[in-house]
């Protein structure tokens, strides 16, 4: 057992950390881990994290008690900062700083781990950006994005950077065989369809009701025979999306909302004291965004997996010779790509990710999938 054991398929990556951890004496302050969605680029900051802390072994041990806390994410000298909205602000990333300018406590090391930073609004940006300037210097700053395009110049240029790739099919399948308790046939399946993406691959491969909306959108493309069709279809995917949203969130809204009114202090009969409201519509703002991005981000899985069919088919068309993604829509894959043309196919991956650039850019959900629908029905 070691820290590294949940990066799957990036040797280079262990390698290069492990050794950095190794020679902390010239140890960089800022790391910027980049790679695509499922690549691991969290679980490395954290493997990485464990490492620098370790009390027993500079390469992570992953079983005393300090990288054990890293991991499950209750260590006192590792801030972990996950942005629970669509955007983070200036007022939070200045209030970050300064905690990030505090003394370790009890490790050597104080650690900012700082998932999805691309989500910085520019103020924030701004705010980090002096920070890892002139950095304390028992402070380490570890940032994670998709792409290092998504950071300012000025800080990525002041940062090591560590590359994750998508983990190979056959590692994705052996982890969930081996860890999760798969059967290899369902592994292998489902690391096909969530094409490397880990996180992704083990719920389809645990969770019926995953697996039940995955089939759900696969089959959109047989439902879009008309107009009224294509905006019934429309309206199913997004009101799925809300519904996982509305289920993910409520549950957690509910637990925060009645902290923080007891933390306010709520009387027996349930009045708050004067001057409280504002706390609590921020904190309902907060929970409104969050829900937002959750849907967001339920549509953009959404449009991959309808991506991966279209991909599938003009792998056919094409006559590429590359495995297909959704393997079990086999047949219905070479119908559609008999049917089809190679450019009609073009033209509807290049509407899938216009839809995905719409989203990102607060287009309203709802007409930007509509609009979707049309274009997939008439190529």
């Not at 490492?51 to 005393?64: K, S, V």
Request: one cysteine or more; proline letters at 5%.
């Amino acid at each position: 057992m070691s820290v590294w054991d949940d990066l799957v398929g990036q040797g280079p990556v262990v390698e290069q950390l492990s050794s950095a951890a190794e020679g902390t004496s010239g140890l960089a302050h800022a790391w910027l881990f980049t790679g695509p969605p499922g690549a691991g680029r969290s679980a490395a900051a954290r493997a990485f994290a464990a490492a620098l802390q370790c009390a027993e072994t500079p390469r992570g041990c992953g079983h005393c008690a300090s990288c054990h806390q890293i991991l499950q994410g209750t260590h006192a000298d590792v801030e972990v900062i996950r942005p629970q909205g669509l955007s983070y602000g200036v007022k939070e990333a200045r209030a970050l700083v300064l905690r990030a300018a505090s003394a370790p406590t009890g490790g050597r090391w104080q650690i900012v781990l700082f998932e999805d930073a691309d989500r910085a609004t520019e103020g924030a940006a701004n705010a980090l950006l002096k920070a890892i300037e002139e950095p304390p210097a028992r402070t380490v700053w570890l940032l994670c994005t998709p792409s290092p395009d998504d950071l300012l110049v000025t800080i990525r240029s002041r940062c090591r950077l560590v590359t994750l790739r998508t983990p190979p099919i056959d590692a994705v399948a052996e982890v969930l065989a081996l860890r999760d308790g798969v059967d290899r046939e369902t592994a292998d399946v489902v690391a096909r369809a969530a094409q490397g993406h880990i996180s992704r691959a083990r719920r389809l491969a645990t969770d019926a009701q995953a697996r039940r909306r995955r089939a759900e959108v696969l089959a959109v493309p047989r439902r879009l025979t008309a107009v009224s069709p294509a905006v019934a279809a429309a309206e199913s995917l997004v009101a799925a999306a809300k519904a996982e949203a509305k289920a993910q969130t409520e549950e957690l809204n509910e637990a925060e909302t009645s902290a923080l009114r007891q933390a306010l202090g709520e009387s027996a009969k349930g009045r708050m004291p004067r001057g409280t409201a504002g706390a609590l519509k921020e904190l309902e703002a907060r929970q409104k965004s969050r829900a937002t991005r959750l849907e967001r981000d339920s549509l953009d899985r959404t449009l991959l997996d309808l991506a991966s069919y279209y991909r599938d088919v003009l792998t056919l068309q094409l006559g590429a010779g590359t495995e297909l993604v959704n393997v079990d829509l086999g047949p219905e894959l070479r119908t559609a790509a008999q049917n089809g043309r190679p450019e009609d196919t073009l033209r509807r991956l290049d509407a899938i990710m216009a839809c995905r650039e719409r989203l990102a850019a607060n287009v309203n959900p709802l007409l930007a999938v509509e609009s979707l629908t049309l274009a997939l029905r008439t190529g």
